[in-house]
């Protein structure tokens, strides 16, 4: 009768073996490692993108509701218009715009005061509590997008043609109650380059 031998691992073999395994293990945890990254870098674009997409809403809304109604200033000395875009000042722009939805049973007034303002590649939106501010007055403030090289706005006026500054006209009350027939909004990213948007003003 025969005894078969039995073998085992030889020392070079059992490194190989280890080799290989540990090979196989980096490979598969560069590779997870990857896609994590990517799922990441995904959902990152994908917040971008909405918040966005949130942003350009709201100043459609805004504009889209654009009301006649001018304001008070802060002194209550003079009137703002009801649409104010000056490049001379810090503000893009400053609205009164309409639409608000109110709760039943309140008394909260339908027209708001809005402001917008670039500050730090950041898009600003200001809410102020009334319509006649006073120097008290705080606004509710919020940024509405991030990663903003520059906003740029232009205003169709009645006879056609596209205004960088509102209001146009010289004389009151004309000037403060004066509304454009559009607005052309032009948003330059970091992110997704420049965004342009069109809006009818109602009314």
């Known amino acids: 009768m025969t005894r078969r031998m039995t073998r ?105 005061r809005i402001e917008y303002e670039l500050r730090d590649e950041a898009l600003v939106r200001r809410v102020w509590p009334a319509l006649e501010r006073t120097q008290s007055s705080t606004p509710r403030q919020r940024v509405l997008l991030r990663g903003v090289r520059s906003v740029e706005l232009r205003f169709l006026d009645d006879p056609g043609e596209w205004r960088t500054e509102w209001p146009v006209e010289a004389n009151e009350p004309q000037r403060s109650r004066s509304r454009p027939r559009a607005v052309e909004i032009t948003l330059d990213t970091l992110q997704f380059g420049k965004i342009v948007r069109l809006v009818e003003v109602a009314g």
């Open 8 to 112: 085992g691992f030889t020392l070079l073999e059992l490194l190989v073996a280890m080799f290989i395994t540990a090979l196989m293990l980096a490979l598969g945890y560069g590779a997870l490692t990857e896609v994590i990254r990517q799922r990441a870098s995904v959902s990152d674009q994908q917040q971008q993108l909405a918040q966005l997409q949130r942003a350009v809403r709201t100043l459609v809304q805004d504009f889209a509701q654009l009301s006649a109604r001018p304001v008070r200033d802060v002194l209550g000395r003079g009137v703002e218009p009801a649409l104010r875009a000056d490049r001379r000042g810090t503000e893009l722009v400053a609205l009164t715009r309409g639409g608000r939805i109110i709760p039943p049973g309140t008394q909260q007034p339908t027209l708001q």
